[in-house]
């Protein structure tokens, strides 16, 4: 029974139904009105264990290329955090940095809190009841956007109208983006590097530097040390989660030289695209054994498999 619910599920056999008051399900009735075809018994258990066995099989290759990806996930994001916290020469000589978490750092390398090394711009949006304001060419960078480390467009347009006329900042270079308002901020802290024309959302802040900070360095600080942004965010009004510009203002940055930024980010770039690359290598053979996996359970439950007849 279970390998022929797994095979009607998943070739869309059931459909659910609702009404405007309801959220879409699948009743009791409707699911008796369905008609299934029931080969003799001692050949269905025939095809349960041949299909235990395959599927056990299966899924163990997709759990080990799944743990794959969290160990080149985890030593990406290590990597990265030594680098911006500690630079890339193991041998440099550190000095305290009066702050726990960070420990030393590069004797070279300053620290200033995030208000003497950047400022906050905020966004807004625009009323959704003019139409002449949306559907533009210029993005508008909102959370859901925020799922990669470079944002070249995003879900939402406006138009040029939108920033003439409501007054959105429009920017027009390189620039750090953040997330300070949402849910999503129960889970992570976003941030991702802005290229282009863009303009932002009121739960983003874009993060323009005052110069000793290149956009890319931003990013890839910021990220590293997430996991004590967490400990920053708020609970804002109606539950949702916040991370406020005065604390975030006091955050401590790392100013390494400025060539020695560029110098760090593009080796981690390069570096982050060679890991990402490899992780695209695994997820590949993944969705290939899902797809495997239901096509030989749809093929033992129709009786397409001559051995189990």
């Not at 003799?40 to 163990?60: H, M, W």
């Not at 983003?204 to 997430?226: A, C, D, H, N, W």
């Not at 916040?242 to 593009?266: C, G, K, N, Y």
Request: proline share 6%; net charge neutral; glycine share 6%.
């Amino acid at each position: 029974m279970y390998y022929l619910l797994v095979m009607s599920a998943g070739i869309g056999v059931f459909r659910a139904n609702g009404n405007p008051n309801t959220i879409d399900h699948l009743t009791a009735e409707a699911f008796r009105s369905y008609r299934f075809p029931w080969p003799p018994i001692e050949e269905q258990v025939r095809i349960a264990s041949f299909l235990d066995e395959k599927t056990a099989r299966i899924d163990g290759l997709i759990e080990k290329k799944r743990a794959l990806l969290e160990r080149l996930a985890e030593k990406r994001q290590a990597l990265i955090t030594r680098a911006v916290t500690k630079g890339l020469n193991p041998d440099a000589p550190l000095k305290p940095s009066g702050i726990d978490w960070l420990g030393g750092i590069p004797a070279h390398w300053e620290l200033k809190r995030f208000r003497f090394a950047a400022r906050l711009v905020s966004g807004s949006t625009p009323t959704t009841t003019v139409s002449e304001y949306w559907d533009g060419d210029i993005p508008w960078i909102s959370p859901k956007d925020v799922k990669a480390d470079e944002l070249f467009s995003s879900v939402d347009h406006v138009t040029e109208y939108a920033i003439s006329d409501y007054g959105l900042k429009l920017h027009e270079e390189n620039n750090a983006v953040i997330v300070i308002r949402g849910m999503i901020l129960a889970r992570k802290v976003p941030v991702a590097i802005a290229r282009g024309r863009y303009t932002i959302n009121q739960d983003m802040k874009v993060i323009r530097s005052k110069g000793e900070v290149t956009p890319e360095f931003f990013q890839m600080y910021l990220s590293s040390i997430e996991s004590f942004l967490f400990t920053l965010v708020a609970e804002a009004g109606h539950g949702t989660k916040a991370l406020r510009t005065d604390v975030l203002s006091d955050v401590p940055v790392l100013l390494p030289p400025i060539e020695e930024q560029r110098s760090l980010t593009t080796t981690l770039t390069r570096n982050r695209k060679d890991t990402d690359a490899a992780m695209e290598r695994i997820r590949d053979p993944i969705e290939s054994l899902k797809e495997y996996r239901s096509a030989l359970i749809t093929a033992a439950v129709t009786g397409q498999i001559a051995e189990l007849r």
